[in-house]
């Protein structure tokens, strides 16, 4: 770790960092030579650091608007912003956080502030570079963090602009947890590095099969096992609110993260979930992207996945950083557990007592 600045040590320690991921190691030589970059590694495995470290050694302090960092969401947003603030300020680097839905005007008046590091949703960024008050002439390096959704239908238009505006020379890094990359949205002469097959984690995959009319009974005991925390996931807004309601209504300990929620509220939501006030944060997976909750050990999908890439984003919640995590889903009939084979080898539990058992055939 000799190639970093004696400010990091301490982060570095904290972190418990000795050595880099191995997607950390394998886009910080291109990155720093300027390269274009396209990082393909599973979710859990470093990413964000992987371009912050070099890009940060870097920027020029005291010089604004250098570095533009893309994300699909808000949460996504935001994490990246405290990370990148944690490791920008013992350089003397200030990171500013732009998202649709909050304060336009309080944005503006952070910008005067001059941060050399930008980071926000497409959407918000947009209006800021049509306002003029994002300079894209000034920008060096532009960050499109889960490359493949922000190049989804909402989103591609928004970010194609804001490229548009940028200098010719500047450098582009794409960001993706899956291969699923619009070969053409990339800029010329990019170097992918591709190492999807890394071993992101240990997770372990299981099922429980039951009843429909059953789930909100089933996760409502989940609730009650002590220190038990789990991200459970839906397909569908509609069935994430009633099972909301089901599960309040019993009084379990459960709470949605729906995206119609304002941001203020998200964050409180997500602090109460992080320390284990809230047993269960239910999700769809619009904010199955952005989320990095330290040590969770449960996933759940109270629905299964539509595909294996969104059972993939799902997983990749929990057994972040090589630490263990389970992903548990919830099956109602043969089908669903044939597809479900298809995703990930998994074994049947069942829930005794607040135990889960594994059921040998």
């Known amino acids: 770790m000799n190639r970093f600045p004696d400010s990091w040590n301490t982060l570095f320690e904290e972190k418990n960092i000795t050595t880099l991921t191995p997607i950390q190691e394998a886009l910080f030589e291109p990155i720093t030579k300027g390269q274009n970059v396209l990082g393909i590694s599973p979710t859990g495995t470093g990413k964000t650091l992987s371009y912050l470290l070099p890009l940060l050694l870097k920027l020029q302090p005291k010089k604004a608007q250098q570095l533009l960092i893309l994300a699909p969401n808000s949460e996504l947003a935001g994490q990246l912003f405290e990370v990148s603030k944690t490791w920008a300020e013992p350089l003397g680097l200030q990171a500013q956080l732009f998202l649709s839905g909050s304060s336009q005007k309080r944005q503006i008046e952070r910008l005067k502030k001059g941060p050399e590091i930008l980071i926000g949703t497409a959407g918000r960024i947009f209006e800021l570079v049509k306002l003029k008050k994002i300079k894209m002439m000034k920008v060096d390096t532009i960050v499109l963090d889960e490359f493949d959704e922000l190049l989804s239908d909402s989103q591609y238009n ?3 602009k804001i490229c548009h505006y940028v200098p ?11 291969q699923k990359i ?3 949205a990339l800029a010329d002469e990019t170097v992918r ?3 999807s097959d890394t071993e992101a984690a240990p997770i372990k995959h299981y099922y429980v099969m ?4 059953d789930k909100t009974d089933f996760l409502r005991k989940l609730s009650n096992i002590p220190d038990f925390r789990a991200l459970v996931f839906f397909n569908s807004l509609s069935e994430l609110g009633a099972c909301e309601e089901r599960l309040q209504f019993h009084q379990a300990s459960a709470v949605s993260l729906a995206s119609d929620i304002n941001v203020k509220f998200r964050k409180v939501i997500l602090d109460k979930f992080k320390q284990n006030e809230i047993s269960l944060l239910l999700a769809t997976d619009l904010v199955a992207r952005g989320l ?3 040590a969770l050990d ?6 299964l996945a539509r595909d294996k890439e969104t059972y993939t984003h799902r997983a990749g919640r929990t057994g972040r950083m090589h630490k263990e995590g389970s992903v548990i889903t919830l099956v109602t009939n043969k089908e669903e557990l044939k ?20 059921n040998e055939n």
Do not use: C, G
Request: aromatic share 12%.
């Open 292 to 294: 990095d909750i330290e």
């Open 193 to 195: 590095i591709d190492l």
């Open 298 to 303: 449960y996933v759940v999908n109270a629905e």
């Open 158 to 160: 928004f970010v194609t």
């Open 182 to 184: 619009a070969q053409h």
């Open 339 to 358: 597809q479900l084979k298809k995703y990930a080898p998994v074994q049947e539990i069942t829930l005794k007592n607040q135990q889960f058992y594994i």
């Open 210 to 213: 039951l009843d429909k009319r």
């Open 168 to 178: 010719r020379n500047h450098q582009m890094i794409y960001i993706s947890a899956t």
